[in-house]
């Protein structure tokens, strides 16, 4: 799909839990980095992306980031809220107006300052929603969060093909090894059983420690045509595609069925020229433990019915036959909405993952959601252009 | 479907009164067929077909008229969860409650929470009934099992 665009510079800023966040400080942070990485200077940025977050924090990034961020004469300016695939959708443009010489450094840039010291992450998320229309007539029940929606969807899912405690826990003890051998990561510990099972309950089936763990942060990427003498490997995005589902609260079909996942990742590949098994690894947006087991047995990756049990056997992990979020996910390692597989996929492609580098990485495809899994989109990318 | 009694009389057993569903558009009108006692949805002017309380084209013909009408507030459970998670700033019970997403015989899906605290968590696939209850002002529906349904599971004891 691409020969000439790339991806030639990232740039990622975690705060820590006593950091007061300011999102466009951190955006701008963050795009600098990415325009060192590229062998540029911010000031050469002729495209700015802007991924616009309203999940819960009043301090979002907007089109303003270009005049308080200092940019000059820009030919691409816009910002773009499709929920969780967001992110990987502005790639994807970034690529395509360097590809059509409308422009020749793009950023694309992230930024979420939505947890600030003494608001716990939960409480947060759960006031999601707000009160008007459907949100608000399922507040008026008590029905609060993101959480509550995916256990629904969670049960759904076990009802239709099987499921249980083990299987959510095999996938958050996965995440768990990859995120041992991750520095970034926020939960590095080994993930015993025990420990997982005595996590406290939050929506059946879902557990504290099978939900995604929010942090504020920001992170960019540039693209560009790549320079011979680059510092970085180039990253190139061989295939994309999305579909997005209107999720409707009658009958027929179901509420929940992530109708359109296999549609985006089965073009995406076809584009690359992909099969399944030309896969080195895969980076699933994971804001629940139960969303891996899932998009896994949609996309074909896994059979129907199996995907606990594959986790269980090894296959997602260090030395596993089809290695997923390596490094340690949303969950266990951190939630940067829709950022977080991307930025792994670019880090192993480039082969600086360090001690979770999966050897021989070439190929990895990133399979992004967005709202309750309503959203879909995939990118694959690659060392060979 | 009987009203349920006046913002005054009552506190429900689940949530705070700023929980309250906001009873602009588009929930106004359902609202307002609930502070009369009844269950009201949206269904295609043109087709028939059933819409949600906030869609302004219909998926199957195309039309953009939608008129409300009376349903009889009865489906089956689609799925189910127990929320352990109790927010203080809308959740008044003290103890896990169940949460059902209904799929009334119109074809209209709610999720609601139980009508009462002592209620017995659904399964999948469960007939129910909806009944009212006042939340800050307004009535909003809430799940009713059969009394004679045997269940394995119940949440945990009711609050103090």
């Not at chain 1, 200077?41 to 907007?62: F, K, P, Q, T």
């Not at chain 2, 349903?71 to 059902?100: E, N, S, W």
């Amino acid at each position: 799909m691409s020969a000439a665009a790339a991806i030639t510079g990232l740039g990622l800023h975690l705060c820590g839990p006593s950091d007061v966040p300011d999102a466009a400080r951190m955006a701008i942070e963050v795009v600098g980095q990415a325009c060192r990485e590229a062998g540029i200077d911010i000031a050469d940025l002729d495209g700015l992306l802007v991924n616009r977050n309203e999940l819960i924090a009043d301090d979002h990034l907007s089109l303003d980031l270009a005049r308080t961020g200092g940019f000059g004469r820009l030919r691409a300016l816009y910002e773009l809220e499709s929920k969780g695939t967001t992110f990987a959708v502005l790639v994807e443009q970034a690529v395509r107006l360097v590809e059509a010489g409308r422009a020749r450094h793009v950023a694309v840039v992230f930024a979420d300052a939505a947890i600030v010291p003494g608001r716990p992450a939960g409480a947060a998320f759960a006031s999601m929603g707000g009160d008007e229309g459907y949100r608000g007539l399922e507040r008026a029940n008590g029905m609060l969060g993101a959480v509550a929606a995916y256990a629904l969807l969670a049960d759904s899912f076990f009802a239709e093909r099987g499921g249980s405690a083990d299987d959510l826990y095999a996938v958050a003890s996965t995440q768990r090894q990859w995120a041992s051998l991750n520095p970034l990561a926020r939960a590095r510990s080994p993930l015993a059983r025990e420990e997982y099972l005595e996590s406290p309950l939050v929506a059946t089936p879902l557990r504290r420690l099978d939900c995604a763990r929010p942090v504020s942060g920001a992170a960019a990427v540039v693209v560009s045509r790549p320079r011979g003498d680059a510092s970085v490997p180039p990253v190139h995005l061989c295939g994309s595609a999305q579909r997005y589902a209107a999720r409707r609260r009658h009958a027929p079909g179901s509420t929940w069925r992530p109708d359109g996942a296999k549609d985006a990742f089965d073009e995406a590949r076809d584009q690359a020229g992909w099969s399944t098994a030309d896969l080195d690894l895969v980076q699933i947006y994971d804001p629940f433990t139960v969303v891996p087991l899932i998009l896994l047995e949609e996309l074909g990756l896994v059979d129907q019915g199996k995907a606990g049990a594959w986790y269980a056997d090894g296959n997602a992990g260090p030395g596993g036959a089809l290695p997923v979020n390596t490094g340690g996910g949303q969950i266990s390692g951190f939630y940067l909405q829709g950022v977080t597989p991307v930025v792994e996929a670019v880090t192993q492609l480039r082969g600086t993952a360090g001690d979770r580098q999966v050897d021989g990485a070439r190929r990895a495809a990133v399979v992004a959601i967005g709202g309750r899994l309503e959203g879909h989109a995939t990118l694959c990318l690659g060392t060979d252009s | 479907m009987t009203p349920g009694p006046a913002p005054s009389e009552h506190q429900d057993w689940l949530t705070v009164p700023a929980a309250r569903p906001s009873r602009r558009a588009p929930l106004g009108a359902f609202l307002g067929a609930t502070d009369l006692g009844e269950l009201a949805v949206p269904f295609c002017r043109h087709c028939g077909k059933p819409m949600d309380l906030d869609q302004v084209r219909c998926a199957d013909c195309g039309a953009t008229e939608a008129e409300l009408r009376r349903i009889a507030p009865a489906g089956r459970v689609v799925a189910v969860t127990v929320m352990h998670r109790l927010d203080q700033r809308y959740v008044a019970a003290r103890a896990p409650y169940a949460l059902a997403e209904v799929e009334l015989d119109s074809g209209h899906r709610l999720v609601c929470a139980a009508e009462r605290r002592d209620a017995q968590v659904p399964v999948t696939g469960e007939r129910v009934e909806l009944r009212l209850v006042q939340v800050g002002g307004s009535a909003v529906p809430r799940f009713r099992t059969p009394p004679e349904t045997d269940h394995d599971e119940q949440p945990e004891g009711p609050a103090s």
